[in-house]
Nanobody, 118 residues
Framework: QVQLVESGGGLVQAGGSLRLSCAASGRTFSRYIVGWFRQAPGKEREFVARIIWDGGSTLYADSVKGRFTASRDNAKNTVYLQMNSLKPEDTAVYYC???????????WGQGTQVTVSS
C-alpha cells in the first residue's frame, strides 16, 4: 500500500509561485508514474502534469506548459510541482496520484488547496 501526502498549497497573488510536494510512504516511487491533477469548484478534475519516476520524463497540460515544472527527489521519495506565473484560473485543489503503467493512477493523495488572487 502506498500513502501519498501533498503539501505546499496556499494563497498567492497572480504572478506568484508555489511549490507543491507529494511524499510517498509504504514503498518508493520506483517504476511508477506520478501525476498531478487539479479540480476547481464546479469543474471536473483535470490532468496537470506527470513525471515518470525512472528516467524523469515529464508531460504537461497545455494550460500549464512553460509555467509548471514537475521534478523528483530520489532520496526523499518525493515529487514536486513548481508552479510559476500563477493565474487566478489555476485556483483548485491539487492532487498527486501514482501508479504503474499497468494499473494507472491507483493511489491518490488527499489534495492541497491552491488559491491565486487577482
Amino acid at each position: 500500500q502506498v500513502q501519498l501526502v501533498e503539501s505546499g498549497g496556499g494563497l498567492v497573488q497572480a504572478g506568484g509561485s508555489l511549490r507543491l510536494s507529494c511524499a510517498a510512504s509504504g514503498r518508493t516511487f520506483s517504476r511508477y508514474i506520478v501525476g498531478w491533477f487539479r479540480q476547481a469548484p464546479g469543474k471536473e478534475r483535470e490532468f496537470v502534469a506527470r513525471i515518470i519516476w525512472d528516467g524523469g520524463s515529464t508531460l504537461y497540460a497545455d494550460s500549464v506548459k512553460g509555467r509548471f515544472t514537475a521534478s523528483r527527489d530520489n532520496a526523499k521519495n518525493t515529487v514536486y510541482l513548481q508552479m510559476n506565473s500563477l493565474k487566478p484560473e489555476d485556483t483548485a485543489v491539487y492532487y498527486c496520484a501514482a501508479g504503474s503503467v499497468y494499473d494507472g493512477y491507483r493511489y491518490w493523495g488527499q489534495g492541497t488547496q491552491v488559491t491565486v488572487s487577482s
